[in-house]
């Protein structure tokens, strides 16, 4: 496999594409609302990639146990951010623990708070998941999403069961956002780097040379998940304040589904991956959606019918991986374009 | 009781069924097809619009659509995908899946499409003051005659020993004379004909036929392979057979806390698999070919 991946620290690496987001953010940010609420949403998808990127990017092994993290950190800051009279008086939520209502902290707390607990669980978890390999942890991660999502849909004393919970505060200032995304960026990047990075991607390049080198595959992947996971945690109470509602099925297959590719068709061995896939993806989401809603588009006024959207983006995504399997940056990082001189 | 263990020993027949169509092509091209449950779903759909036809006349027309998507499923996609990286190619047939699945809603609508299949099929009878759905009898008898006749076709015609030679080691399997192409293209031909088989069975129970329906049924037969041993047929239908009984013993025996039944199976796989990460009925510890 001819996968990227970088091991000494150059400043064109990490700042590209914290450049290309602030750029992003800076013109989509102004132009309507809608768009606005669409640059939100993007940086939380972006930050969830990023967290898989961490895991999946470095490591290989599939994981779709992600979205329990992202659901994980949505619930415990939806729960600790939203009102008390709501908790105590929604229908939604009458049957909910009584320790549960008179919880109430601020959105930041709730943040870090989310990301915590969605760390300590990805430890818990990866000591058990991070003993496979293969097909089998792929299958093992989906189990680990399929029993999150079985038991907040169902029980109602834990959380809204399959209905939602409302008025959960929200940011409504993007750059925030953005600030949550860069320094994150700035973090990975230097986690990438490391040691345990650059272990972890030996065992990626080859699983029986690595440990040879004195590398135990299940620490460097205990510890790339369990940081996965905190950033998917963060990523969820993201969702869950600029959405400002909690939903159980808001993280399930879907979720996983568009977030992998995202990864994917960005080029999951790069961070610089992770930015180009989260703008494709939601771009020609966004694109496809004004279509439909036969909106101009730079003045151009396209229209396709009803439904077709859903289609049209899995099937780019297809054809996307059958063009280039290793993703539009071929798992590079970002570089400025070099001159040769003749 | 006789219905309940009536009731398990059919829900693990079909989901061994599924779990065999996975376990097919796999076994040939060590793709995770999860683009399976939408052959499952098309195979419903077909069943169900033809349903004012003879029979046997949509039973025959279901074959034939659905291997016919089955086929060119492979001659679009994964034969492009042939050599890359076994994650990129679960990915893949999980984006074809999502493809498929967003196609159907657009041609017959996220309403659930629903008519009476086989009627003679439903109702119960009394055996000695015990009462017995047909559909579960049914269930049972073409469950074991397909595993019969795909038992039949594995180990006692030219078409199985390929495919299992081409299991064991595809590599070598192609320097003795085993056509590749031709070989693929029949795997995938006969997993849709095994997923006519799981919807005909499906639909008789449920017809209400809507995107999603094979969705479900494969994510457990996917489950079930894993936890059978995915590098035999014989591991991938035993492990179907388990996840099958399994639930259904779950569900008779939870009570009120059914809703829980996908927990505790997920549990259950999550500790087969720590125990024996190779599956049930894998040798020692393998590790996956690269």
Same mark, same amino acid.
């Given at each position: 496999?001819?996968?990227?991946?970088?091991?000494?620290?150059?400043?064109?690496?990490?700042?590209?594409?914290?450049?290309?987001?602030?750029?992003?953010?800076?013109?989509?940010?102004?132009?309507?609302?809608?768009?606005?609420?669409?640059?939100?949403?993007?940086?939380?998808?972006?930050?969830?990639? %990023?967290?898989?990127?961490?895991?999946?990017?470095?490591?290989?092994?599939?994981?779709?146990?992600?979205?329990?993290?992202?659901?994980?950190?949505?619930?415990?800051?939806?729960?600790?951010?939203?009102?008390?009279?709501?908790?105590?008086?929604?229908?939604?939520?009458?049957?909910?623990?009584?320790?549960?209502?008179?919880?109430?902290?601020?959105?930041?707390?709730?943040?870090?708070?989310?990301?915590?607990?969605?760390?300590?669980?990805?430890?818990?978890?990866?000591?058990? &998941?991070?003993?496979?390999?293969?097909?089998?942890?792929?299958?093992?991660?989906?189990?680990? %999403?399929?029993?999150?999502?079985?038991?907040?849909?169902?029980?109602?004393?834990?959380?809204?069961?399959?209905?939602?919970?409302?008025?959960?505060?929200?940011?409504?200032?993007?750059?925030?956002?953005?600030?949550?995304?860069?320094?994150?960026?700035?973090?990975?990047?230097?986690?990438?780097?490391?040691?345990?990075?650059?272990? %972890?991607?030996?065992?990626?390049?080859?699983?029986?040379?690595?440990?040879?080198?004195?590398?135990?595959?299940?620490?460097?992947?205990?510890?790339?998940?369990?940081?996965?996971?905190?950033?998917?945690?963060?990523?969820?109470?993201?969702?869950?304040?600029?959405?400002?509602?909690?939903?159980?099925?808001?993280?399930?297959?879907?979720?996983?589904?568009?977030?992998?590719?995202?990864?994917?068709?960005?080029?999951?061995?790069?961070?610089?991956?992770?930015?180009?896939?989260?703008?494709?993806?939601?771009?020609?989401?966004?694109? &496809?959606?004004?279509?439909?809603?036969?909106?101009?588009?730079?003045?151009?006024?396209?229209?396709?019918?009803?439904?077709?959207?859903?289609?049209?983006?899995?099937?780019?995504?297809?054809?996307?991986?059958?063009?280039?399997?290793?993703?539009?940056?071929?798992?590079?990082?970002?570089?400025?374009?070099?001159?040769?001189?003749? | 009781?006789?219905?309940?263990?009536?009731?398990?020993?059919?829900?693990?027949?079909? @989901?061994?069924?599924?779990?065999?169509?996975?376990?097919?092509?796999?076994?040939?091209?060590?793709?995770?097809?999860?683009?399976?449950?939408?052959?499952?779903?098309?195979?419903?759909?077909?069943?169900?619009?033809?349903?004012?036809?003879?029979?046997?006349?949509?039973?025959?027309?279901?074959?034939?659509?659905?291997?016919?998507?089955?086929?060119?499923?492979?001659?679009?996609? @994964?034969?492009?995908?042939?050599?890359?990286?076994?994650?990129?190619?679960?990915?893949?047939?999980?984006?074809?899946?999502?493809?498929?699945?967003?196609?159907?809603?657009?041609?017959?609508?996220?309403?659930?499409?629903?008519?009476?299949?086989?009627?003679?099929?439903?109702?119960?009878?009394?055996?000695?003051?015990?009462?017995?759905?047909?559909?579960?009898?049914?269930?049972?008898?073409?469950?074991?005659?397909?595993?019969?006749?795909?038992?039949?076709?594995?180990?006692?015609?030219?078409?199985?020993?390929?495919?299992?030679?081409?299991?064991?080691?595809?590599?070598?399997?192609?320097?003795?004379?085993?056509?590749?192409?031709?070989?693929?293209?029949?795997?995938?031909?006969?997993?849709?004909?095994?997923?006519?088989?799981?919807?005909?069975?499906?639909?008789?129970?449920?017809?209400?036929?809507?995107?999603? @329906?094979?969705?479900?049924?494969?994510?457990?037969?996917?489950?079930?392979?894993?936890?059978?041993?995915?590098?035999?047929?014989?591991?991938?239908?035993?492990?179907?057979?388990?996840?099958?009984?399994?639930?259904?013993?779950?569900?008779?025996?939870?009570?009120?806390?059914?809703?829980?039944?996908?927990?505790?199976?997920?549990?259950?796989?999550?500790?087969?698999?720590?125990?024996?990460?190779?599956?049930?009925?894998?040798?020692?510890?393998?590790?996956?070919?690269?």
């Amino acid at each position: 496999m001819k996968h990227g991946g970088l091991t000494k620290f150059s400043l064109q690496n990490l700042l590209g594409p914290i450049a290309v987001l602030i750029i992003m953010t800076f013109f989509l940010n102004r132009a309507s609302t809608s768009l606005q609420l669409m640059t939100q949403f993007a940086i939380c998808s972006f930050m969830m990639v %990023l967290a898989l990127q961490v895991f999946v990017g470095n490591s290989g092994v599939l994981s779709f146990g992600h979205g329990s993290f992202a659901l994980l950190g949505s619930y415990v800051s939806g729960m600790l951010t939203a009102p008390t009279n709501i908790k105590s008086h929604a229908l939604a939520l009458n049957q909910l623990w009584h320790f549960l209502i008179p919880l109430k902290t601020n959105i930041y707390v709730g943040l870090v708070i989310s990301a915590l607990v969605s760390g300590v669980i990805a430890a818990l978890t990866g000591l058990l &998941l991070m003993r496979l390999n293969g097909l089998a942890a792929g299958i093992a991660t989906f189990a680990l %999403l399929g029993v999150t999502y079985n038991i907040f849909f169902n029980n109602k004393q834990l959380g809204p069961g399959s209905q939602a919970l409302p008025a959960v505060p929200t940011i409504t200032n993007t750059y925030i956002l953005l600030v949550l995304a860069l320094a994150a960026i700035v973090i990975v990047y230097l986690f990438n780097i490391s040691r345990s990075g650059r272990s %972890l991607r030996a065992t990626r390049e080859d699983p029986m040379a690595a440990p040879a080198l004195g590398i135990s595959i299940f620490k460097v992947r205990l510890i790339a998940f369990t940081f996965s996971g905190l950033l998917a945690g963060l990523a969820g109470g993201m969702y869950v304040h600029v959405a400002g509602t909690f939903q159980v099925q808001d993280y399930y297959l879907e979720f996983t589904f568009m977030t992998l590719s995202m990864l994917i068709v960005g080029g999951s061995a790069s961070i610089w991956g992770a930015v180009v896939g989260t703008i494709l993806i939601t771009g020609v989401g966004q694109i &496809l959606l004004m279509m439909e809603q036969h909106l101009p588009i730079f003045g151009v006024t396209i229209g396709i019918p009803l439904g077709s959207r859903a289609v049209i983006i899995a099937i780019t995504f297809v054809a996307m991986l059958l063009w280039r399997s290793s993703g539009v940056t071929n798992g590079r990082e970002f570089s400025l374009p070099r001159f040769k001189r003749s | 009781m006789v219905q309940s263990i009536l009731d398990a020993i059919s829900l693990g027949g079909l @989901y061994a069924l599924a779990a065999l169509g996975l376990g097919l092509v796999f076994g040939v091209m060590r793709l995770v097809n999860f683009a399976h449950g939408e052959l499952i779903t098309i195979a419903a759909y077909t069943l169900v619009l033809t349903a004012q036809l003879p029979l046997i006349l949509s039973i025959v027309l279901t074959l034939l659509v659905t291997s016919a998507i089955a086929f060119m499923m492979e001659l679009a996609i @994964y034969r492009r995908l042939r050599g890359v990286n076994p994650a990129i190619m679960l990915i893949a047939s999980f984006g074809l899946s999502t493809v498929l699945q967003r196609v159907y809603e657009f041609i017959f609508g996220a309403l659930p499409k629903s008519a009476v299949v086989a009627p003679f099929l439903r109702g119960a009878f009394t055996v000695g003051g015990v009462s017995i759905t047909i559909s579960s009898v049914i269930t049972v008898i073409l469950a074991i005659a397909i595993l019969l006749g795909m038992g039949f076709l594995v180990e006692r015609t030219s078409l199985g020993l390929q495919l299992r030679a081409a299991a064991a080691d595809f590599k070598t399997a192609r320097l003795l004379g085993v056509r590749s192409n031709r070989l693929i293209g029949a795997a995938f031909v006969l997993s849709g004909v095994l997923a006519t088989c799981v919807a005909f069975i499906l639909v008789v129970q449920n017809p209400q036929v809507n995107p999603y @329906y094979g969705l479900n049924i494969t994510i457990l037969a996917l489950v079930g392979i894993v936890i059978g041993g995915i590098s035999s047929l014989r591991g991938a239908a035993l492990g179907g057979f388990i996840v099958g009984v399994i639930l259904s013993a779950l569900n008779t025996l939870l009570g009120n806390g059914r809703v829980y039944a996908y927990s505790w199976l997920f549990l259950l796989v999550l500790i087969i698999l720590l125990v024996r990460p190779g599956g049930l009925l894998s040798k020692g510890t393998e590790l996956e070919r690269v």
